[in-house]
């Protein structure tokens, strides 16, 4: 493979039963050469685990959600970028990975070599259907590809896959991330409306899936809300409301 060596970036909460099949079979991906974990306040052996398994682990002391752990991660792999970018002359690929996925991560390979290439900026993980029961009755997606098409004018497939690959760039272009389960939706929009190349790529994955009961039903509400909010924002930037200034977030070298 050629171009950037890959940061892969699992955000990690309670995930013990999972979280070392996951880091080893990142681990297997060419160019990934550095795995960061970033335990999200967990409350069993995810962190002590992913650390024997071969990753880097960077703890939050209380959960602070997906789209904070995502950019601990990356600032993470940013401060250790600064030590070979001397040599490569240039900062890591961003691989993040939902830590539920144990031996499937293996299949995100494919999301890699464009980006690497440069044939695309970000790459997003289409999966299929998935072999756990559950699931919701769609309306956060059909929020969330309405809002994208009206906003980026293009329509994804999965418009919450949070399987993605990224050039460091594109990652900068979409900083600050949307908050808690908004940061998918953010990322897309933000990536696009910067002129970046998106692709999306059928991914054989596996993971959880949030059941029906009232843990499920909690959870896609939290959804919808932090959606609806990382639309919002984006909205009134559209017109003008709230700007933020892309070129100078792409060279600050930060997130």
């Not at 309670?14 to 160019?31: F, K, N, P, S």
Request: aromatic content about 4%; glycine content about 10%; overall charge positive.
């Amino acid at each position: 493979m050629t171009g950037p060596a890959v940061v892969a970036i699992i955000a990690a909460k309670d995930e013990a039963t999972r979280i070392a099949a996951t880091v080893a079979a990142i681990r297997l991906i060419d160019g990934v050469d550095l795995v960061v974990v970033v335990d999200d306040g967990s409350s069993d052996a995810t962190a002590r685990l992913a650390g024997e398994a071969g990753a880097v682990v960077v703890s939050h002391p209380r959960n602070r959600g997906k789209a904070a752990a995502m950019a601990t991660g990356a600032r993470a792999a940013a401060d250790l970028d600064l030590r070979r970018t001397a040599d490569s002359g240039h900062a890591r690929d961003l691989l993040f990975i939902d830590a539920d996925l144990g031996g499937s991560a293996a299949n995100m390979a494919v999301l890699v070599g464009p980006v690497a290439c440069r044939e695309a900026d970000m790459t997003i993980a289409v999966l299929p259907p998935q072999e756990t029961s559950g699931g919701g009755h769609g309306f956060v997606v059909r929020l969330a590809r309405k809002g994208i098409e009206r906003l980026a004018g293009w329509t994804p497939t999965q418009p919450l896959s949070g399987m993605r690959c990224l050039s460091r760039e594109a990652y900068e272009a979409a900083s600050p991330l949307a908050r808690g389960w908004g940061v998918e939706v953010g990322l897309t929009i933000d990536v696009l409306c910067a002129g970046f190349r998106v692709l999306e790529i059928p991914c054989d994955l596996q993971h959880r899936v949030s059941g029906s009961d009232w843990r499920g039903q909690i959870h896609r509400a939290r959804q919808y809300r932090d959606v609806w909010l990382a639309l919002a924002v984006r909205r009134l930037r559209s017109k003008g409301i709230f700007r933020r200034h892309h070129s100078r977030v792409r060279n600050r070298g930060r997130d």
